[in-house]
């Protein structure tokens, strides 16, 4: 299967949330998908006038140059679709603050009470890729009720993502074939055409972003978070990071630890895993999940996939397989008529993001028994950020690739991805080889790392909540506990349970300690499981 980069993206309340923030497992490497909860509990639209200013009164942090018209700047809000919009001016390059700039997209959600306000959450959904500002439209969703009535929700389109200057690498045909080829190749010439094909997309992505494709990294993000912070008048970051959300917001502490504020980082990506681990972790992480599924699967009487755990994990590698050999028909695309075995493992990981899905997963792997891949199709379409027009409405599985590959150093040598893949087959047969390949991007990247896996301490924060999910696909639950042991001031929450990410998506153990650390500051027990 071709996958796009692994992809960090916090899932979507109740059902899925694709396409919003995203971290792809479009089986690449670092994928944590959006979270894009369901249209009608939308945040509320406003209308009218501008809605004033904010910032302009902060200085940049000591031992910076040439930032301080950024950080001086003055956000301008104004009525739009899901709260109010602004735009957020951040240079280029950091190292060069005068050679160009970009402007970011805001989303601001205005606190429900405005007598109790505290101040603002900017928030992340995942990816690299996930938009923050359509996530912030959900403000209602993403965080509880008390901290809606205390906080404004700011959500921003990372650069290079959505409405900020976004990364645009192949048309919508050539990405149907790259996220639709073989994901698994099985001798020297599919290899080959694999690479080839990662190198078309690498140099595609270089060609077009001249000016941006250098300055995606995690570290750039960080810094534009800084300076939203200044440009909302606060003193500190008060942040919600999902899935890659975690990385940025690690990164951002491990840069301006004194002023982290109220911070919850859920469904962890740690700074310090390489390209390998989180390829061998997230495998790791699918296998398990896929397992759960089949373990609730084989208890009804009609599953498509066996009377047994191992049964089904055995039906679902052969399924792949033989897609590989002879794909199903799909007759309700546009575009795409073939459901290949690329296209199908997409679909099935976009399933193991949320366990509310999996009843219409063996509805849709039923199809597929029978020939007929429509339905399998459409959950890809919902991982891909993808209509049955074949159009796609965000370009997360584009810049996800430039931001991970700025960010995490990887391989192209089919000998040392072959041995990479075979170490990961032994923790998780079924997933193992695919996401050994899907980071192969980067080892043909036309830009080096700007940096390198470390770990993150933070020292002089303030205290930050790490929450994990015990079966999580794509941030296994040993990250989370990895991150809280490298943190100098953190708590780790635990939640048992299945799907990616747990806070307003799992219980109320989960979610009140939470509410009542960003409204009260009231910091979660230590240890906490639920």
Excluded at 214 to 230: E, G, P, Y
Excluded at 403 to 412: E, H, I, Q, R, Y
Aim: with cysteine.
């Amino acid at each position: 299967m071709t996958q796009p980069a692994r992809r960090l993206r916090a899932r979507r309340v109740g059902a899925l949330v694709a396409g919003v923030a995203a971290a792809s497992l479009t089986l690449s490497s670092c994928l944590v998908l959006p979270f894009v909860p369901d249209g009608s509990s939308a945040g509320q639209s406003s209308g009218g006038a501008p809605s004033g200013t904010s910032g302009g009164t902060q200085a940049p942090p000591t031992g910076t140059t040439g930032l301080g018209a950024f950080y001086a700047q003055r956000l301008s809000w104004s009525s739009c679709t899901g709260g109010e919009c602004a735009q957020l001016t951040v240079p280029i390059d950091y190292a060069a603050p005068d050679a160009g700039s970009i402007q970011l997209a805001l989303l601001r959600v205005k606190a429900r009470n405005s007598g109790s306000r505290i101040g603002s959450i900017v928030v992340n959904p995942g990816g690299p890729g996930g938009s923050g500002v359509d996530y912030a439209k959900y403000a209602n969703q993403i965080v509880g009720a008390d901290v809606r009535r205390s906080y404004d929700i700011v959500g921003f389109d990372p650069r290079g993502v959505g409405k900020s200057s976004p990364i645009d690498c192949l048309d919508d045909k050539q990405l149907d074939a790259f996220l639709g080829a073989d994901p698994t190749p099985d001798d020297a010439g599919e290899e080959t055409a694999y690479i080839a094909a990662s190198k078309q997309l690498a140099d595609a992505c270089a060609a077009k972003n001249p000016k941006l494709i250098a300055h995606v990294s995690t570290v750039d993000v960080a810094k534009d978070m800084d300076v939203l912070r200044a440009a909302l008048d606060e003193q500190k970051l008060n942040y919600l990071g999902k899935s890659y959300g975690t990385f940025l917001g690690a990164t951002y502490a491990d840069l301006f630890p004194t002023l982290v504020g109220r911070m919850v980082l859920d469904g962890v990506v740690a700074p310090d895993l390489t390209s390998k681990e989180i390829s061998i972790g997230q495998a790791k992480g699918f296998e398990l999940a896929t397992r759960s599924y089949v373990q609730d699967c084989v208890g009804s009487s009609n599953c498509p996939v066996g009377r047994s755990v191992d049964e089904g994990m055995k039906w679902f590698r052969d399924f792949l397989a033989g897609l590989d050999a002879q794909p199903v028909p799909v007759t309700d695309d546009q575009q795409v008529t073939r459901l290949t075995e690329g296209w199908a493992s997409v679909g099935i990981a976009e399933a193991m993001y949320d366990q509310s899905t999996w009843p219409k997963l063996s509805d849709a792997l039923r199809a597929a028994k029978n020939g007929d891949g429509n339905a399998l199709m459409s959950f890809a379409d919902s991982y891909a950020q993808r209509t049955s027009a074949g159009k796609y409405t965000g370009n997360l599985l584009e810049v996800i690739y430039a931001v991970n590959c700025l960010d995490k150093p990887d391989t192209a040598d089919p000998k040392q991805v072959e041995a990479n893949a075979a170490e990961a087959e032994q923790v998780a047969p079924t997933w193992g080889k695919a996401l050994a390949w899907g980071s192969v991007a980067c080892g043909v990247w036309p830009v080096k790392p700007t940096t390198t896996a470390h770990k993150v301490s933070a020292p002089g924060s303030g205290p930050i909540v790490v929450v994990g999910t015990t079966r999580d696909p794509a941030t296994i639950y040993e990250w989370s506990v990895r991150l809280r042991q490298q943190l100098s001031n953190a708590v780790l929450i635990s939640f048992d349970g299945d799907g990616h990410t747990a806070y307003t998506r799992s219980n109320a153990c989960v979610d009140k300690p939470i509410d009542a650390y960003y409204v009260k500051g009231t910091v979660p027990t230590d240890g906490l499981k639920c």
